[in-house]
């Protein structure tokens, strides 16, 4: 069964600086697609980033790069020059080749400090 | 813009009333999703169409969740005798194409309903 793990619950950053937020996640499929999402405290899901699985080098949109280890299973987000704009909940997710179901991680809290 | 819009944005029940839950997705987007989001978690699959089609609904937690897309545009989510337990944002998304690769999913604001 699929299955997405943020194991930190909370994150604190300095203004301009960069910062990771981690995601493993678990699958049995060859084919998938991994995708980062943000919602500030409005409430909205905001696309970031995708990755797919037979994608070789590491997806890039602006200030955010997903670092994709394979054999880890791992898809970390890495924003660069931190903004106080930031500051929201993170959510990775995945979707598995053959379906319609995209599953959710529990979500890491971002907080950029000025 | 015309971005995905839900009503009512807010919705109290009391316990063993039906509510009923609207999605606009964006005019043209072939697929559409219902997401539950409880409160500190992250959302959770309900329900995807392709048009008018129900294409997996095996997320719905009970047979008093109902959804339908009747003419492959706006989305109706039924909750049949709510409970306590339904409380949560409900999330609809809904994207240009077929699932399946990058297709981006742009989401509503959600409708925020609180069970009483």
């Known amino acids: 069964a699929q299955k997405i793990t943020q194991t930190q619950p909370g994150m604190f950053v300095q203004e301009k600086e960069a910062v990771t937020l981690d995601c493993t996640y678990d699958?049995?499929?060859?084919?998938?697609?991994l995708f980062w999402y943000k919602q500030p405290s409005s409430g909205e899901m905001i696309f970031l980033i995708y990755?797919?699985?037979?994608?070789?080098q590491n997806a890039t949109e602006g200030r955010y790069s997903l670092n994709f280890q394979k054999a880890r299973k791992s898809a970390n987000l890495v924003i660069s020059a931190s903004q106080l704009g930031d500051s929201a909940m993170y959510f990775c997710?995945?979707?598995?080749?053959?379906?319609?179901?995209?599953?959710f991680g529990a979500g890491t809290r971002l907080f950029v400090k000025a | 813009g015309a971005g995905v819009s839900q009503s009512p944005r807010y919705k109290v029940a009391k316990r063993g009333q039906d509510v009923a839950l609207r999605c606009d997705p964006i005019?043209?987007?072939?697929?559409l999703f219902w997401y539950q989001q409880a409160l500190g978690q992250g959302p959770e699959f309900l329900t995807y169409?392709?048009?008018?089609?129900?294409?997996?609904k095996s997320g719905l937690p009970s047979d008093r969740f109902f959804a339908e897309r009747p003419e492959g545009s706006v989305s109706t989510l039924k909750i049949q005798r709510t409970q306590q337990e339904d409380s949560a944002v409900y999330l609809c998304?809904?994207?240009?194409?077929?699932?399946?690769?990058?297709?981006?999913?742009?989401f509503g604001p959600g409708t925020r309903l609180l069970v009483l």
């Open positions: 998304a809904s994207s240009l194409w077929r699932v399946g690769g990058t297709e981006t999913q742009y």
């Open positions: 699958t049995s499929d060859q084919s998938y697609g």
């Open positions: 990755q797919g699985s037979y994608d070789e």
């Open positions: 997710a995945m979707r598995e080749g053959g379906g319609f179901k995209t599953i």
């Open positions: 005019s043209g987007h072939v697929s």
């Open positions: 169409f392709q048009n008018e089609a129900q294409l997996d």
